[in-house]
């Protein structure tokens, strides 16, 4: 099991990586983030994209669907924003995992599937 420095730091091996964070979309509390130097504040856009995801899990009841998020993709014109929700194994969290990526580096593939990866190993 992964803490939550080393998830951090895993994500940030990702090829194009400007940042990464662990964020509670409940309170906005932002719980490690690693990068953006010089690109982005991470606190500030992970605590903004508390609100994507609230709105987005708002839309889901309004529309009264039953599925849940895994992630959701903002493409900006030089990089890609990836927010992965996280599926706690002892219920009630409310955790996402914010990525942010230079677009013309990326593999946004590869990028998908090492959030999973990291989420099936974070134990917080």
């Keep these: 099991m992964a803490n939550i420095e080393t ?6 091996t990702l090829e194009g990586a400007v940042g990464v964070a662990l964020v509670d979309y409940t309170s906005g509390l932002t719980l ?5 130097d010089g690109v982005m ?10 609100d994507v995801v609230r709105a987005k899990m708002r839309a889901l009841e309004l529309l009264g669907l039953q599925d ?14 990836l927010i992965r929700l996280l599926r706690s194994r002892h219920g009630g969290d409310a955790l996402f995992l914010y ?3 230079h677009k013309s580096r990326a593999n946004l593939g590869l990028a998908r599937h090492q959030l999973r990866k990291i989420e099936s190993e974070l134990d917080v």
């Design 32 to 36: 490690g983030y690693l990068g953006g």
């Design 41 to 50: 504040d991470m606190t500030v856009a992970a605590a903004a994209n508390t």
């Design 99 to 101: 990525l942010a990526l």
């Design 7 to 12: 998830a951090l730091k895993e994500a940030m």
């Design 68 to 81: 849940g998020i895994e992630d959701i993709l903002i493409t900006l014109d030089s990089q890609y924003h």
